[in-house]
């Protein structure tokens, strides 16, 4: 699954920052429901990596989660995404972001992690 935000044209996977006090799952969680409407539970998610994010100043350590799920829920776009859609790993790698096409090379085994987000 892939969005675009309000605020920029590219395609990214959903995130999102942690609140005080929340885990990396827990704000996981919260995210893609706020981003996608989808609520997944704890038991769908893989944790599949951990990268240090140093943009706009700052240092972040994001989490990257994977969910596999039975189904494809019905998604409807959250306050700051205009669109979201379910895309096959190879058309996701075509139309994604720069970072997020380096995640999924790196998932399938086509790229080293530098874990450098």
Known sequence: ???RTKYGADWVLPGGGCKRRETPIDACLREVREETGIRLDKKHLALKGIYLSEREYKRDIVFLFGA???????IKPGLE???VRYVELEEAKQ???PATRRRL?????YRVSTFEW
């Open 1 to 3: 699954m892939l969005l």
């Open 68 to 74: 596999e799920l039975p189904m494809w829920p019905a």
């Open 81 to 83: 995404i205009s669109q």
């Open 95 to 97: 139309i994604a972001s």
């Open 105 to 109: 090379e790196e998932l399938q085994g």
